[in-house]
């Protein structure tokens, strides 16, 4: 995670008595990517927008309020077409600025809020960001809600060809042959004797 890199929040303001900094602009493609980078998560389609806010409630303690929306490039979960999702997303988190600390770092200690904590003034909003768009992703992406999906005996992509498998196993308008393999399967083809 880039704790050091844009976009950037400084607290200086708030460090010198300033009640309130903001900070808008774009998170870049290349510097998104949540904690666990890499695995199983969508890229960014374009850069994200956001905004924060980071107002003072204590000697040394800020409470970070913002939104970030962007497109995810998922997958559809049937056929596995891309998909671009829009995602938008709220974060909203405690900031305690404490002198010698290097990297930031969530405190687990504490209940309540999430607590950040910092050591420099300039905060990589980076890892928030992402954070905040991969837990507001849909559970579920389909890249259209009637997706036939793949068929699961030779891999043939439904929506654009049917390969015949799922009429002939499985479809309503055969049942007597659907009966007949049944039986195959169970060794019952002489059930009348
Ligand atoms: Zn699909
Ligand atoms: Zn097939």
Excluded: I, Y
Excluded at 49 to 77: H, K, N, P
Excluded at 107 to 112: I, L, S
Excluded at 140 to 147: E, F, G, K, Q, R
């Amino acid at each position: 995670m880039e704790w050091s890199g844009p976009p950037l929040l400084s607290l200086s303001p708030l460090l010198r008595g300033e009640l309130e900094v903001r900070e808008s602009g774009l998170l870049e493609v290349e510097a998104f990517g949540g904690a666990g980078a890499g695995a199983a998560e969508p890229p960014l389609a374009q850069p994200a927008a956001f905004q924060v806010v980071a107002s003072r409630v204590g000697e040394d303690q800020f409470w970070l309020a913002g939104w970030v929306e962007g497109s995810l490039r998922d997958a559809c979960a049937r056929c596995l077409r891309e998909v671009l999702v829009e995602v938008r997303g709220e974060l909203g988190l405690m900031l305690e600025f404490r002198p010698g600390v290097d990297l930031p770092f969530l405190d687990e200690e504490r209940e309540g809020a999430d607590w950040l904590v910092l050591g420099n003034p300039k905060l990589g909003l980076a890892p928030l960001l992402s954070e905040v768009l991969l837990l507001n992703r849909p559970l579920t992406v389909l890249h259209d809600p009637s997706c036939k999906g793949l068929c699961p005996v030779c891999g043939t992509d439904l929506n654009e060809r049917d390969c015949g498998h799922g009429a002939r196993v499985l479809g309503p308008d055969h049942p007597s042959l659907l009966r007949t393999q049944l039986a195959d399967l169970l060794g019952e083809t002489d059930s009348r004797a």
